[in-house]
Every structure is written in structure tokens, then in C-alpha cells.
């Protein structure tokens, strides 16, 4: 049944008494299927195809009688969700190119299923849980299904001893954390292909590579090069974040090029783009091509061997407490140390080769994110927060009206997350000017004559907001500052993680848990505060979100706005006089932080958007709930806006 824009529903019975072992429906403006249009080929039936219709939904409960079926085929279709499937007889799924943002992952039941393709779909939650429990999956492809910028632990872990391909290319992939791919065959074909893959750390691929190597497995990370254009995706440095690739030869299973144009599968060691400052001093003639110029003096230098010669002293930011004579010999240890307030990465511990080559990566210090220094014990019922409790805490001050207007979180240490709308034109979304704000960190006291040497404040450079902010509903409620110079961290002054694992961020934004917000905005008599007060609030599932304020206002529509961008946060109505406690005007663009007992770190989940209550803070009360923008939704766009 081909091309018939003018059939828009299957109605009961049909096909009469007909049955059929296929059916197939393509290019129709049908949406609607009856159950009973099917059941009557409930023993004939091994193949479903419905192609390119209207469908937002499909009878899936009726797959338990449909005893035979073998391949349900439902691509460019409308739908948004799945319900759990229960199917002994299905083998082939493909769902490619709806508009599916979840599976209901509990009680899924298809035992046979060998086949699975998910492309085009906008997940929000990826289906890890049900794609991992496929014992008999082959093949699975979820190409262009929104899963960067980060693959988190468990993503694929797969039980199927039969899978041979999972497909995640074009999905803005840019880091995989340890095991995100794990548990695959020796023949598997891993493509993650068109990405945004930059570095190929140990970490990340190594056990990937060890399972592919003991078999016909490959994994794909070509880059898409249009005829006589600039190849676009996976742009990998074949630098030395990839040397460990020439020690164990795993580049044998790797397809796909470097970004200077060498092939993997012809990877040499010496090939390597691995210029860097070299921290020792004699080193093998041979090598000199990887060293930093400046960092180089040609010529001889006593203790060098002859086939050696010195590299000059460089500050590369990192101390060392094993030089001798000024020179690194070889089998010379080397210690590298941060300064407070940095982590190191890379290897904390080198040794010097008689190859005249350094063991592990180059370290480098990177600023540490998540750490309160000052910890005291947490304040209660909004009262004031102590001195660098919250040492992320950003103020937005606005030149014209002399007055901090929001808060803000520094993810960077020159770049500040907070509000659309607290840097916006009223009623509009269009960003104001940079130069009409400035920034400041380490502040705890609103009135400036208070501030003492650890506070900084900092002009702004450059303001974008989310292209998507809709000031009518508060959709992508986010922007980022930059500012002219960066922060110094200190004690008082540190940087706030933002949420890359999902779970984590299902974790800390499960119905109930308890987030932190600190602000300078209005206390319970409708005052501003005159320093950063703080407070504990439970996250509201969405739906009970709508529901508790339909029930208080009686109108539905005054929270039809609800984004999956947003989430609730508040007390309802069981909550008493005393205990209330709620976002106020003035606490918009404050981070909404949640404690990681098992990294111990603190992320930004949620940014203060707006609140469904009465305008006047001190008259609002429990259901009443503060919206949030949901801050892992945006991550890929930060660090896009960031590099």
C-alpha cells in the first residue's frame, strides 16, 4: 500500500478476515493503526512495515500476539517514545528517523532480537539499560541520535557474545569515559565515525582496541572529506596522547587517518606530531624534531653523549623535585606537582630512557573544578551562607543600574555561566552590550565597601546566549560571559563542575533530591539580601510540577511552557510556614549544585530561570515551584562556546 496521502487511519477489521504474511505501507498520510486491522494475520504475519506515514503512535501492546513476527520496520514516523516492547518472536527493530526522545525501559521482554537501528532520533535519555540487556544483538545503530558531547561509563556493555556492529557515527562525539564502550566481540565493528573526536586517550580506547586485536574488529573513526573540501568530524592529533597506540600496535584495528593524513594502519612512532617543551637536558639527536625551538640549544653540552645534545631550561607551570646538576641523565626520575587549586594530568611520574625518551604523558595542570575549601556546615531556612562557602558563586553587577541583578556560576576561569535573561533587553531576548556588565567572584557581601582582597571583579568581553532562548516561556534560559582576563583561584574563588554523565545527572535530578542555591536576591520581606544567603530545595518531577501548580491556579495553561530544557525545584503544599524556602527575584542566573558523594565534587545542575508563583517573594508559598534551566542539555553548546 504505496502513496495514498488520502488514508489517514487502518479502522477495525480492515482487511476483513484476510490475513497476511507481509504487509508494507509506505509515503501514506496514515496515523492511525486499529489493532483488530492486524490481528486478523496475528499467525500470518513474520513482517511489519509502515514507512514514511503521520504515526505518533503505534499499537505495540498487541507485539505478544503477533506471534510470528520477525521485523517490525517503522522508519519516518512521528513517534517520541517507546513503550516496553514484549515480543518472542522479533528479531529486526528499525525505528530510524522519528522523533523517539525515550524508551520506557521497564519490563522490555524481546529475548530474540538481533537487529536494532535507532538513526535520527533526538534522544534525551539514551536507552542503555535496554539496549544492554539484548543477549542475542548483532547489530546496533543509533547514527545521529544527539549522544555527545560525552559517552559515559556503561553506555554500551553489551551481554550479546553475537554483536558485530554498533554504529554511534555522527553524534558530536568528543570524549568516552573509561569502559563507555565495553564487553564488545573480537569481531565487532565499533564506527564512530564523523564525530567530533580531537584525542585518543589510553584511557578511553585501550581496552576497546585489546578486544578488537584479537580478532577481525575494527574501530571506524574517519573523518567525512567532501570532494575537494575540508574534511569535517573526527580531527585526531596523532600526537603524544597517541603514543601508546605505536607501543602496543593497536593501530592495527583502527580505521581512519590522523589529522595531518596517516593512515592508522600504517601508524609509526616516529611519525608522531609530538612537539612539546622538553623538561631535561640531554636528548638524542634523533628527537630534537619534537622539541619546542625555544626549548632547544644547539649545541654540545657536557655530560651529553655524543649522540646527544641539551635542551634548555623552560617553565612549563610544573615543579620538579629530581634535577641534578641541572641535568636529567638517563633513568633520572622526574616528580611533577600542581600548584593549590590545579589537578594534574598526564603522568604525575616520568622516567628518562637510555632511548633518551620519557616514559608516559606529557603532564600538564589543569584547574580543579567541584572543590569547596572552606567547608562549614550548611545553613538552613535561607539564612546566610559563611564566607567562601560557595566559591563558584558569581555576582552580575549592571553599570547602568548600580546593582547586582543575578548570580552566575564560573565554569572556566574565564568564562561565567548564568541567565538569558538577566543579560537581555526587557521582553526581549536580544543580549545587551558586554560593556554594561561587570563580574564578580569571591564576593560575599553585597555592598562593595565590605569586599576585601580576595574578591576579583572583572569586565565583560563577550555575552552569547543560547540561539534557542524564548523570552515567552523561558526556553534555554542560558547564556555564557567572558571575561577580559581571567581569575586567579583561590580559596574563595573556584570553579563549579558542569554535568557530563548522564547518570550522574539522573542521579542529582531524581524527584526529591536536594539542591543548593546561593543568591543575593530578595529575602522573605522582599529585601534584597545583603549577603550571598543560601538554600536547600527538592528537586519536582515535571509532571508533579504540573500538576501542583494546575491544582493551586486551577489553569492548565500557566504551565503548559514546561520544557524537557527545564525542571522544577520547591516544596509543596505539605510544607510548613517555617520550613518554606523558595527562589526569589534577584537569585536568577544563580547555580542550582548538587555533591557527588562518590567523586566528591559539586555540579551545576540547574540555572534559576523564573518561578510559577505570586511576584511578591514573601506571599508565595508551598507549590508554588522555581523553574530551572537544565544545564546538561547545553553542555555540547558550552564547550563548543568555550573553545
Not at 24 to 42: D, F, G, Q, V
Not at 108 to 132: M, Q, Y
Not at 186 to 197: G, K, R
Request: aromatic share 8%.
Amino acid at each position: 500500500m504505496d502513496k495514498n496521502p488520502n488514508v489517514e487511519e487502518l479502522q477495525e477489521e480492515a482487511f476483513a478476515s484476510v490475513s497476511f504474511e507481509r504487509i508494507s505501507i509506505r509515503n501514506s498520510a496514515l496515523e492511525t493503526i486499529h489493532p483488530s486491522a492486524l490481528l486478523a494475520s496475528a499467525d500470518t504475519l513474520f513482517m511489519l512495515k509502515n514507512f514514511s506515514s503521520h504515526m505518533e503512535r503505534f499499537p505495540f501492546n498487541i507485539l505478544p500476539r503477533l506471534t510470528i513476527l520477525k521485523a517490525l520496520i517503522l522508519p519516518q514516523n512521528r513517534f517520541a517514545s517507546v513503550p516496553p516492547l514484549q515480543s518472542r518472536s522479533l528479531e529486526e527493530l528499525y525505528l530510524m528517523w522519528n522523533k523517539i526522545m525515550r524508551f520506557e525501559k521497564d519490563e522490555w521482554a524481546t529475548p530474540k532480537l538481533k537487529k536494532l537501528i535507532l538513526d535520527g532520533n533526538p534522544f534525551s535519555e539514551f536507552p542503555s539499560d535496554v539496549i544492554n540487556g539484548l543477549e542475542r544483538l548483532e547489530e546496533f545503530s543509533c547514527a545521529e541520535c544527539n549522544l555527545g558531547p560525552n559517552l559515559p561509563s556503561g553506555f554500551i556493555k553489551s551481554r550479546s557474545e553475537s554483536l558485530k556492529v554498533v554504529n554511534l557515527a555522527w553524534n558530536k562525539i568528543v570524549t568516552l569515559e573509561l569502559e563507555a564502550i565495553a564487553d564488545l566481540t573480537p569481531n565487532t565493528h565499533v564506527d564512530l565515525q564523523h564525530n567530533n573526536i580531537a584525542i585518543f586517550p589510553k584511557e578511553s580506547f585501550q581496552s576497546i582496541l585489546q578486544i578488537l586485536s584479537r580478532g577481525n574488529g575494527i574501530l571506524n573513526v574517519n573523518s567525512f572529506s567532501p570532494e575537494g573540501g575540508t574534511p569535517a568530524g573526527n580531527s585526531i592529533q596523532c600526537d603524544c596522547e597517541a603514543e601508546w597506540l605505536a607501543n602496543n600496535r593497536l593501530f592495527k584495528s583502527i580505521g581512519g587517518k590522523c589529522q595531518n593524513g596517516s593512515e592508522f594502519q600504517k601508524f609509526r612512532w616516529d611519525e608522531l606530531e609530538c612537539l612539546q617543551p622538553c623538561p631535561y637536558s640531554c636528548v638524542q639527536v634523533s628527537l630534537f624534531h619534537l622539541c619546542k625551538p625555544e626549548t632547544v640549544i644547539f649545541s654540545k653540552v657536557e655530560g651529553c653523549r655524543a649522540h646527544e645534545l641539551a635542551s634548555g631550561e623552560v617553565d612549563v607551570g610544573i615543579s620538579t623535585d629530581c634535577i641534578r646538576d641541572g641535568k636529567y641523565m638517563a633513568e633520572s626520575k622526574v616528580e611533577y606537582k600542581c600548584d593549590d587549586h590545579y589537578v594534574i594530568r598526564g603522568s604525575p611520574v616520568r622516567i628518562c630512557t637510555e632511548r633518551g625518551k620519557w616514559t608516559g604523558h606529557v603532564p600538564f595542570c589543569d584547574p580543579e573544578c567541584g572543590k569547596r575549601l572552606l567547608v562549614k556546615k550548611l545553613s538552613a531556612g535561607g539564612k546566610p551562607s559563611s564566607l567562601g562557602e560557595w566559591p563558584w558563586q558569581a555576582a552580575i553587577y549592571d553599570v547602568k543600574e548600580k546593582l547586582i541583578v543575578c548570580g552566575g556560576a564560573l565554569i572556566r576561569k574565564q568564562w561565567v555561566l548564568t541567565a538569558a535573561h538577566c543579560i537581555a533587553y526587557g521582553g526581549s531576548s536580544r543580549p545587551r552590550p558586554h560593556n554594561e556588565f561587570h563580574v564578580y567572584v569571591g564576593k560575599h557581601y553585597r555592598n562593595d565597601s565590605l569586599d576585601d582582597n580576595f574578591v576579583q571583579q572583572r569586565e565583560v568581553s563577550v555575552i552569547v546566549s543560547s540561539k534557542d532562548f524564548n523570552i515567552h516561556n523561558f526556553d534555554s534560559d542560558i547564556a555564557l560571559l567572558k571575561l577580559t582576563e581571567p581569575v586567579r583561584l583561590t580559596d574563595r574563588v573556584q570553579l563549579i563542575c558542569i554535568p557530563k554523565n548522564l547518570q550522574i545527572t539522573e542521579s542529582n535530578l531524581k524527584d526529591g533530591n536536594i539542591g543548593t542555591v546561593a543568591a543575593w536576591g530578595l529575602n522573605g520581606l522582599d529585601i534584597l539580601s545583603e549577603e550571598v544567603t543560601q538554600i536547600q530545595i527538592p528537586v519536582v518531577k515535571n509532571d508533579i510540577c504540573r500538576r501542583d501548580y494546575t491544582h493551586i491556579t486551577g489553569d492548565p495553561d500557566t504551565i503548559r511552557t514546561l520544557t524537557v530544557n527545564q525542571f522544577c525545584a520547591g516544596h509543596n503544599t505539605t510544607i510548613s510556614e517555617t520550613e518554606f524556602q523558595t527562589v526569589c527575584p534577584g537569585d536568577s542566573g544563580s547555580p542550582m549544585v548538587f555533591y557527588s558523594k562518590s567523586l566528591d565534587l559539586w555540579h551545576i545542575e540547574g540555572i534559576v530561570s523564573h518561578h510559577l508563583g505570586k511576584k511578591e517573594c514573601s506571599k508565595r508559598a508551598g507549590g508554588e515551584y522555581g523553574i530551572f534551566t537544565r544545564v546538561y542539555r547545553y553542555v555540547e553548546w558550552i564547550e563548543t562556546v568555550i573553545r
